[in-house]
């Protein structure tokens, strides 16, 4: 969010800088990142502080004003530091409020061939009702800076990608058509039921309260791996429901579950659970609204590639903050409301592997962090 000041009344001098230590390290990559594309900022005034700001707003720049001042959401940057991406949420953070203040960029909201943001300085009202998530991370960072302080209009390759798998070894460890049975829990509570019916998987979530309904022990997600679903339900226009597969509170390794989720009749969230909000929230339409799709994750050689109804429309890099280890797999459901499974398959590079025996079903309440449409 940017916001000009035409005031005359200074009550700064130009070269006042007030900068807490939460935002230095960040503010110090700013200026040595600008440098790199023959900027020098280090003389130059700037204050940054905690504020109570409205709206869902996470960050302000007030860049006419002399010194630039900007303001950060005391809640905002509480929030990201809860999460196993807090670093890049706040680089990403700074850095846009930092181009409105140093670099004088104004929003642009380009969207780029694969669905993501052409910078990180879109913002204001976003077409289609997007969130203003960027997957500022992994392979995307390094252009995403080079955006910022460039404004280069070249095509990123990873956008453009259209990857092909035609020699994959793999092996199917799980094939459900839930005709005869089911590889997650049946049953019932006074929270929800889980059934078989007309050949689908239902689970009815019966309070507001959201599940995982887990597998666990099929699938080893340190091997590469396809998982393809075919799926629907019966959700509100704001909740997300879909395909999660990875950790969930195993005891021996933390919870790391990454999704898949359609939101809505035309938005496809890409995330992990302990990361701020999805990666990034696509608008596709390629879904059919309220029928069935099809979801599937392929991991190959260390990235996500993310695919509805066998068209292909996203990938990601796993590194070593966000990564991929233990073996649920298995869907979200959102309260009040009902998902259906028409069938399942999930296929693993493992040499001689048919199914492993060592399966167990749960039911988990879901705990990713609360998605909000964050301002900038
Ligand atoms: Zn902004």
Redesign the pocket.
Same mark, same amino acid.
């Given at each position: 969010?940017?916001i000009i000041l035409f005031s005359s009344c200074e009550e700064w001098n130009i070269k006042t800088y007030n900068v807490p230590s939460e935002f230095q390290p960040y503010v110090d990559k700013f200026k040595t990142d600008a440098k790199k594309y023959g900027y020098n900022f280090d003389d130059k005034g700037l204050i940054v502080r905690f504020a109570d700001l409205d709206n869902n707003i996470a960050g302000l720049?007030y860049y006419k004003r002399n010194p630039i001042l900007i303001e950060i959401d005391r809640e905002y940057w509480a929030s990201a530091s809860n999460t196993k991406n807090a670093h890049d949420i706040k680089e990403n953070l700074l850095f846009?409020e930092l181009g +409105?203040g140093f670099l004088q960029r104004m +929003?642009d909201n380009t969207v780029l061939a694969n669905g993501d943001w052409k910078t990180i300085m879109c913002?204001d009202k976003l077409p289609n009702d997007r969130a203003s998530n960027i997957n500022y991370r992994g392979f995307r960072k390094a252009y995403y800076i080079e955006e910022l302080f460039t404004r280069t209009n070249d095509t990123p390759a990873w956008s453009t990608l259209i990857p092909q798998f035609d020699n994959i070894d793999e092996n199917v460890i799980l094939q459900q058509d839930f005709s005869s049975g089911s590889d997650w829990t049946i049953g019932s509570n006074s929270l929800y039921e889980s059934s078989i019916e007309n050949g689908a998987y239902t689970f009815t979530t019966k309070t507001s309260q959201a599940f995982y309904v887990l597998n666990k022990g099929t699938l080893n997600t340190s091997n590469d791996f396809y998982i393809e679903v075919r799926l629907k339900a019966s959700a509100g226009l704001d909740d997300s429901f879909g395909l999660v597969c990875g950790s969930f509170n195993d005891g021996n390794t933390p919870t790391s579950l990454h999704y898949f989720y359609q939101k809505g009749n035309n938005h496809m969230y890409i995330g992990e659970s302990e990361c701020l909000g999805p990666f990034i929230d696509l608008y596709t339409e390629i879904l059919h609204p309220n029928e069935f799709n099809t979801f599937a994750i392929r991991k190959y050689n260390n990235m996500l590639y993310y695919y509805i109804n066998d068209t292909f429309i996203y990938h990601n890099d796993l590194d070593e903050i966000i990564n991929m280890y233990g073996s649920q797999i298995g869907f979200k459901i959102p309260g009040n409301s009902t998902l259906y499974v028409d069938y399942a398959e999930v296929r693993e590079n493992s040499t001689g592997l048919k199914k492993r025996n060592t399966t167990e079903l749960s039911v988990e309440k879901a705990t990713e962090k609360k998605v909000i449409h964050w301002n900038?």
């Amino acid at each position: 969010m940017v916001i000009i000041l035409f005031s005359s009344c200074e009550e700064w001098n130009i070269k006042t800088y007030n900068v807490p230590s939460e935002f230095q390290p960040y503010v110090d990559k700013f200026k040595t990142d600008a440098k790199k594309y023959g900027y020098n900022f280090d003389d130059k005034g700037l204050i940054v502080r905690f504020a109570d700001l409205d709206n869902n707003i996470a960050g302000l720049a007030y860049y006419k004003r002399n010194p630039i001042l900007i303001e950060i959401d005391r809640e905002y940057w509480a929030s990201a530091s809860n999460t196993k991406n807090a670093h890049d949420i706040k680089e990403n953070l700074l850095f846009h409020e930092l181009g +409105h203040g140093f670099l004088q960029r104004m +929003h642009d909201n380009t969207v780029l061939a694969n669905g993501d943001w052409k910078t990180i300085m879109c913002g204001d009202k976003l077409p289609n009702d997007r969130a203003s998530n960027i997957n500022y991370r992994g392979f995307r960072k390094a252009y995403y800076i080079e955006e910022l302080f460039t404004r280069t209009n070249d095509t990123p390759a990873w956008s453009t990608l259209i990857p092909q798998f035609d020699n994959i070894d793999e092996n199917v460890i799980l094939q459900q058509d839930f005709s005869s049975g089911s590889d997650w829990t049946i049953g019932s509570n006074s929270l929800y039921e889980s059934s078989i019916e007309n050949g689908a998987y239902t689970f009815t979530t019966k309070t507001s309260q959201a599940f995982y309904v887990l597998n666990k022990g099929t699938l080893n997600t340190s091997n590469d791996f396809y998982i393809e679903v075919r799926l629907k339900a019966s959700a509100g226009l704001d909740d997300s429901f879909g395909l999660v597969c990875g950790s969930f509170n195993d005891g021996n390794t933390p919870t790391s579950l990454h999704y898949f989720y359609q939101k809505g009749n035309n938005h496809m969230y890409i995330g992990e659970s302990e990361c701020l909000g999805p990666f990034i929230d696509l608008y596709t339409e390629i879904l059919h609204p309220n029928e069935f799709n099809t979801f599937a994750i392929r991991k190959y050689n260390n990235m996500l590639y993310y695919y509805i109804n066998d068209t292909f429309i996203y990938h990601n890099d796993l590194d070593e903050i966000i990564n991929m280890y233990g073996s649920q797999i298995g869907f979200k459901i959102p309260g009040n409301s009902t998902l259906y499974v028409d069938y399942a398959e999930v296929r693993e590079n493992s040499t001689g592997l048919k199914k492993r025996n060592t399966t167990e079903l749960s039911v988990e309440k879901a705990t990713e962090k609360k998605v909000i449409h964050w301002n900038k």
